[in-house]
T-cell receptor, first 113, second 111 residues
Framework: DTGVSQNPRHKITKRGQNVTFRCDPISEHNRLYWYRQTLGQGPEFLTYFQNEAQLEKSRLLSDRFSAERPKGSFSTLEIQRTEQGDSAMYLC???????????FGSGTQLSVL | DQQVKQNSPSLSVQEGRISILNCDYTNSMFDYFLWYKKYPAEGPTFLISISSIKDKNEDGRFTVFLNKSAKHLSLHIVPSQPGDSAVYFCAASAHNNDMRFGAGTRLTVKP
């Protein structure tokens, strides 16, 4: 399968714990995006990378959130001191060059109890 | 601020008829528009797109229309098939910056 891969698919955690999600984009894609989606809403932009550089961050991305893409390949999204309001589907997407079509992974569903 | 709006949360049509999904936007800087389809437990998948220099783009059963003066776009699916049942998201971007999505419309095509 050469699509965007996200792990884990589901994560249940207790409030205050840290969680980390991983995204493996399509191999030749240089752009990588993180989105968050809650029930009844469309995906909300969080941040994006071009190669290893994080070029843009949404104001939705509080200081408890950090994303990395150390070698310009896979990316991780960490949430520290999780809150119940962090419960959502976290989607990763990738694209190539100036192509604006995003290819999405299946997402990581986070539940904070 | 919701710059991309899909005001119909759901739409139900009969198989073989036309489905029309609508989307409005507020940011006049948007220059590229896309429709994504999402099945349960999967991420959104790209369906069709249109640049702001065009007013229509067609791909098989799917056609997207753009009305820049009204800041409105629509997706037409004809004929509709039961396999088209999914949530459809409208998305827009400005100069290849972050993409904004609408809240989605759930399409149900009845056999």
């Amino acid at each position: 399968d050469t699509g965007v891969s996200q792990n884990p698919r589901h994560k249940i955690t207790k409030r205050g714990q840290n969680v980390t999600f991983r995204c493996d984009p399509i191999s030749e894609h240089n752009r990588l995006y993180w989105y968050r989606q809650t029930l009844g809403q469309g995906p909300e932009f969080l941040t994006y990378f071009q190669n290893e550089a994080q070029l843009e961050k949404s104001r939705l991305l509080s200081d408890r959130f950090s994303a990395e893409r150390p070698k310009g390949s896979f990316s991780t999204l960490e949430i520290q001191r999780t809150e119940q309001g962090d419960s959502a589907m976290y989607l990763c997407a990738s694209s190539l060059g100036d192509d604006e079509k995003l290819f999405f992974g299946s997402g990581t569903q986070l539940s904070v109890l | 601020d919701q710059q991309v709006k899909q005001n119909s949360p759901s739409l139900s049509v009969q198989e073989g008829r036309i489905s029309i999904l609508n989307c409005d936007y507020t940011n006049s800087m948007f220059d590229y528009f896309l429709w994504y389809k999402k099945y349960p437990a999967e991420g959104p998948t790209f369906l069709i797109s249109i640049s702001s220099i065009k007013d229509k783009n067609e791909d098989g059963r799917f056609t997207v229309f753009l009305n820049k003066s009204a800041k409105h776009l629509s997706l037409h699916i004809v004929p509709s098939q039961p396999g088209d049942s999914a949530v459809y998201f409208c998305a827009a971007s400005a100069h290849n910056n972050d993409m904004r999505f609408g809240a989605g419309t759930r399409l149900t095509v009845k056999p």
